[in-house]
């Protein structure tokens, strides 16, 4: 399910118990609501800058978790978020290699992407050799 609401509240978004995958865009009211859907497995945020993740903390089922178009950078509550295994930015706003350190305490994950991040200078940082990682369009990274 895709929502795109401008200034409206998710808050009727709660009642999709069945809901497994969410795409929410645009600037709703009462973002952290989605919190509240324990049963999401897929969540995209795009065109949102999230001040924190903290409100993510009871979505036991995520397994996929994507930031497109925004401007989050707090991405320390990251390792308490669900199962994440695929996790991708794609025109993140000045997110720089220091805001991506949490990802190294994600026990599940498997993939990891980066579009068009020109911050992203290389992948040094990141500890966990068995996540496979895709980078398209970093025009400032060196192999």
Request: hydrophobic share 40%; aromatic share 8%.
């Amino acid at each position: 399910m895709a929502i795109g609401i401008y200034k409206n509240s998710l808050k009727p978004v709660i009642q999709q118990v069945g809901l497994t995958s969410l795409f929410v865009f645009g600037q709703p009211k009462d973002i952290e609501i989605v919190g509240q859907m324990p049963w999401l497995e897929n969540l995209t945020f795009s065109m949102q800058t999230l001040k924190s993740l903290d409100f993510l903390s009871n979505l036991s089922r995520l397994k996929e978790l994507h930031f497109k178009l925004g401007g989050t950078k707090n991405l320390s509550n990251l390792p308490n978020i669900g199962k994440i295994e695929k996790l991708s930015f794609m025109r993140v706003r000045q997110l720089m290699i220091e805001n991506l350190l949490p990802i190294n305490e994600m026990k599940y994950l498997k993939d990891l992407s980066f579009d068009t991040q020109p911050h992203l200078t290389d992948l040094d940082w990141l500890n966990n050799e068995q996540v496979k990682s895709e980078i398209i369009n970093c025009k400032n990274f060196k192999k």
